[in-house]
């Protein structure tokens, strides 16, 4: 598609993504939507106001009313509209760096799929939006957040956190307006890092893609989080200061699912990305893995195909099905909390259990004449998994690039394998 990618529509604001394109969104969604209501959150990036704009004027053109929560978490968005049975737009990059932002649809809780995004896309391309008798208007709605943060506190309404010393790092995002209330009210000590509304900060050598920062710098807590951008990625980090990702933290949540009687199937949902450690580890405590391609998306299409309420990815994206109907850094966070204390066990005993084998990612910049169709390309490829290697090359449904991954025991082996399809790639 040509605005669509694996997380909605990404880019630059003002150039991949503008104002303009933004205010054609709202009108093509209106269009689908008819005379209901959207309920619209968003990040702390500093375009956020502006593209809040443009799509509450697109929205409201076509008859829809539009309910404003301001800054708040992707997850609280869809549990919204869950509840109300209603569409949502978050206006978020999630990861991405400061000058990125996005939009993102979903729809009773869910992120819309692929077929609704074409839809949209045919309208921005051939619609022509004649103008409505009926305007709709846009609407404070603050009280979502409140919403959402009440919803999260009865899920988790036997967990007891007293005396836990607990350390966020919210990457100068969204989850600057929950996670710490929720810690707090349930009894943690919180030690908050991050935690700034400086549009120009988020992400910013910290949260989810940058898990050392909070490594480095705890000072107080047992256990530490890092959330990314819009709150729904998580990864953790042990007592022992050691980084633990999402494919770990899948792996101790499964556990914890399976002696509660809550793993549905025996089943956990991965991606192509996912470790063969956690696979590996899966397997020796009777849980099936099952594989998609990489986005939460196609995470959670797999999860409802299969029954699995438990999936994921590497990157912090987990998703506990009987809890949230989309990734959620907060819910993971406390779920995976709720598993320690049941257990009494320290996080890097569990984390140790699960093997992460070396895995090395490298971006290469896409250009319209690559080809992934190649046929050095393809012997490389036989030849390392003929080794025992495991090899991933996709294009980035967020990025302009080439993803080439390769997984293996030995590490310097992995460098020259990655470096071999790098040069090929560039050639």
Known sequence: MKYFGTDGIRGIFGETLTDELAFKVGKALGEI???GRVIVGKDTRVSGDSLEAAISAGLTS?????????IIPTPAVALLTRITRSFGVVI?????????????????????????????????????????????RTKSFREGRDMYIGAVLEIFRDLDLTGEMV?????????????????????AKVEVFNDS????????????????????????????????GDGDRVIAVDEERNVVNGDRIIGILAVGLK??????????????MTNGGLEDFLKEKGIKLLRTKVGDKYVLEKMLESGANLGGERSGHIIILDRSTTGDGLITALELMRVLRRSGRN???????????PQITKNVRRTERMSLENENLRKIVEESTSRGYRVVIRPSGTEPVIR????????????????????VLES
């Open 197 to 228: 509304q400086d549009g120009l900060l988020i992400n910013q050598g910290c949260g989810a893609t940058h898990p050392r920062f909070l490594a480095e710098e705890m000072k107080n807590g047992k256990v530490g989080f890092t959330f990314d």
């Open 33 to 35: 939507v008819g005379e």
């Open 167 to 187: 350390s966020l790092d919210l990457a100068n995002g969204a989850t600057t307006t929950t996670a710490k209330e929720v810690f707090e009210f349930l009894g």
């Open 259 to 272: 002696e509660e009687g809550r793993l549905n199937s025996d089943t956990v949902v991965g991606t192509v």
């Open 62 to 70: 076509m008859g829809v009313d539009v309910l404003l929560c301001g």
């Open 92 to 136: 978020s990059a999630s990861h991405n760096p400061p000058e990125y932002n996005g939009i993102k649809v979903l729809k009773g809780g869910y992120k819309i799929p692929d077929e609704m995004e074409a839809e949209i896309e045919e309208r921005l391309e051939n619609g022509s939006f004649p103008p409505r008798l009926v305007v709709g």
């Open 347 to 357: 996080l890097s005993d569990f984390a140790k259990e699960i093997p992460d084998y």
């Open 404 to 423: 080439i991954t390769v997984e293996g025991k030995d590490r310097e082996e992995i460098e020259k394998i990655v470096e071999e399809i790098s040069r």
